[in-house]
């Protein structure tokens, strides 16, 4: 078990609370979705009521170690204020003299915001003088964005060598709830789609060992189809990553474990939210069309695993679900694990944006912040920001 906040004292503290703001924004400077902003807030109202001064510090997009304007953190301080119904003081520098005035100044029931971690190199770097910078802040470190646990920047893990760490709220619920994941009830289903394949294929071969029967759909299929022999035209594919597909669809058998993989498609000319589409079997994709979807007979297969399971994870749209002709797959998935009574959990920024499109947000026990993080956190791998936080006494 981990120490949260709510086991050690902040009244009258300074705390520097890593929270996930990355939003995205409008094309005229807004938080065109505060998702993420709402679910700092039982972290933030707990902070403020018990005494604390807060300092709040995120990345927002890949600035890539400069000041890059339109990635400006300063919109998420007026969606924050309107939330949490209080001025939020915005720092134009998340360290330095800037950054070090405002957090002196900061009283006890006042929240500083600062400004894009990322905007520094040393961020990402996880570079140790660029972490002292932000341990100087504050007197009390809080880490309650789970999406980056995966990470070792300078605000996830560096940062912890200067200040005593604790989870907040939000870190705390996600450890206790993916915590089910890792002696789950079976059969466990884990069903796996997107279109970061080699970011996700190291993890998929330790969960080889955890899961009872592994689904795999969206953009991640193709290189696993193509693996397996079909031709799958123009559609995204990671030809570098096909032998470490033929050596999970290996694992898996070996294991005698199912891994199921889509029978028919959606494939569309283009990929273009317009683009003709049709359904094909996966041995029919035509040489110059792409595959945006699974199929609804592979929905239906699909589904039909996750009705004999006692626990599914999910992470991964199954197609391109941003656009309504390609989002049917997820749909059915998302319908799916609506209507069992098995523990269902869903991850991922894309994933989770497309179960509350559909509004069945409620019907999942519990909805991870984390895509990546997750995904490692069930493959039972230690996130590098998890292992830095306190143990509770
Ligand atoms: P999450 O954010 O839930 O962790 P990912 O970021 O890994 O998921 O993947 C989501 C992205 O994958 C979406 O932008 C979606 O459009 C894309 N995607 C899914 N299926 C396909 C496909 N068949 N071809 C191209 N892109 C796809
Ligand atoms: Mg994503």
Same mark, same amino acid.
């Given at each position: +078990?981990?120490?949260?906040?709510?086991?050690?004292?902040?009244?009258?503290?300074?705390?520097?609370?890593?929270?996930?703001?990355?939003?995205?924004?409008?094309?005229?400077?807004?938080?065109?979705?505060?998702?993420?902003?709402?679910?700092?807030?039982?972290?933030?109202?707990?902070?403020?009521?018990?005494?604390?001064?807060?300092?709040? +510090?995120?990345? $927002?997009?890949?600035?890539?170690?400069?000041?890059?304007?339109? +990635?400006?953190?300063?919109?998420?301080?007026? !969606?924050?204020?309107?939330?949490?119904?209080?001025?939020?003081?915005?720092? =134009?520098?998340?360290?330095?003299?800037?950054?070090?005035?405002?957090?002196?100044?900061?009283?006890?029931?006042?929240?500083?915001? *600062? =400004?894009?971690?990322?905007?520094?190199?040393?961020?990402?770097?996880?570079?140790?003088?660029?972490?002292?910078?932000?341990?100087?802040?504050?007197?009390?470190?809080?880490?309650?964005?789970?999406?980056?646990?995966?990470?070792?920047?300078?605000?996830?893990?560096?940062?912890?060598?200067?200040?005593?760490?604790?989870?907040?709220?939000?870190?705390? %619920?996600?450890?206790?709830?993916?915590?089910?994941?890792?002696?789950? %009830?079976?059969?466990?289903?884990?069903?796996?789609?997107?279109?970061?394949?080699?970011?996700?294929?190291?993890?998929?071969?330790? *969960?080889?060992?955890?899961?009872?029967?592994?689904?795999?759909?969206?953009?991640?299929?193709?290189?696993?189809?193509?693996? *397996?022999?079909?031709?799958?035209?123009? !559609? $995204?594919?990671?030809?570098?990553?096909?032998?470490?597909?033929?050596?999970?669809?290996?694992?898996?058998?070996?294991?005698?474990?199912?891994?199921?993989?889509?029978?028919?498609?959606?494939?569309?000319?283009?990929?273009? %939210?317009?683009?003709?589409?049709? =359904?094909?079997?996966?041995?029919?994709?035509? %040489?110059? /069309?792409?595959?945006?979807?699974?199929?609804?007979?592979?929905?239906?297969?699909?589904?039909?695993?996750?009705?004999?399971?006692?626990?599914?994870? /999910?992470?991964?749209?199954?197609?391109?679900?941003? /656009?309504?002709?390609?989002?049917?797959?997820?749909?059915?998935?998302?319908?799916?694990?609506?209507?069992?009574?098995?523990?269902?959990?869903?991850?991922?920024?894309?994933?989770?944006?497309?179960?509350?499109?559909?509004?069945? @947000?409620?019907?999942?026990?519990?909805? !991870?912040?984390?895509?990546?993080?997750?995904?490692?956190?069930?493959?039972? =791998?230690?996130?590098?920001?998890?292992?830095?936080? @306190?143990?509770?006494?």
């Amino acid at each position: +078990m981990k120490k949260s906040i709510r086991q050690v004292d902040v009244n009258g503290k300074k705390v520097l609370v890593r929270v996930d703001f990355n939003v995205p924004l409008t094309e005229d400077g807004k938080v065109a979705d505060d998702t993420r902003v709402r679910a700092a807030l039982p972290t933030l109202r707990y902070l403020l009521e018990h005494g604390a001064a807060v300092i709040l +510090m995120s990345h $927002l997009g890949r600035p890539k170690g400069v000041r890059v304007e339109s +990635m400006s953190l300063r919109p998420v301080a007026d !969606s924050l204020a309107r939330l949490l119904d209080r001025p939020i003081i915005f720092a =134009e520098d998340c360290v330095g003299p800037i950054a070090e005035d405002a957090a002196a100044r900061l009283k006890p029931g006042q929240v500083l915001l *600062l =400004e894009n971690l990322r905007f520094h190199q040393g961020e990402t770097k996880n570079d140790p003088e660029f972490a002292a910078k932000l341990g100087k802040l504050a007197d009390l470190y809080v880490n309650d964005a789970f999406g980056t646990a995966h990470r070792a920047h300078a605000s996830t893990v560096g940062v912890t060598e200067h200040l005593p760490a604790v989870a907040g709220l939000l870190m705390e %619920e996600e450890i206790r709830s993916l915590g089910r994941l890792l002696d789950p %009830e079976r059969p466990f289903v884990a069903i796996l789609g997107g279109a970061k394949v080699s970011d996700k294929l190291p993890i998929i071969r330790n *969960l080889v060992d955890r899961v009872d029967q592994l689904l795999i759909g969206g953009g991640m299929a193709n290189t696993f189809l193509k693996a *397996l022999g079909y031709s799958v035209g123009k !559609s $995204l594919v990671e030809d570098d990553q096909i032998d470490n597909c033929k050596k999970i669809i290996k694992e898996f058998k070996d294991q005698g474990k199912e891994l199921l993989l889509p029978i028919d498609v959606v494939v569309a000319n283009f990929f273009m %939210e317009e683009a003709d589409h049709k =359904e094909v079997r996966v041995d029919a994709v035509p %040489e110059d /069309w792409l595959i945006l979807d699974i199929g609804s007979q592979t929905a239906e297969r699909f589904a039909e695993a996750a009705r004999s399971a006692k626990t599914v994870f /999910w992470n991964g749209p199954m197609g391109v679900a941003e /656009w309504q002709n390609f989002a049917r797959g997820t749909e059915r998935m998302a319908v799916a694990l609506g209507e069992i009574d098995a523990y269902t959990v869903v991850g991922g920024g894309d994933s989770v944006a497309a179960v509350a499109r559909f509004g069945l @947000e409620e019907r999942f026990d519990h909805v !991870s912040t984390g895509g990546g993080a997750s995904l490692e956190f069930v493959a039972g =791998e230690e996130l590098p920001a998890v292992v830095r936080l @306190e143990e509770a006494d």
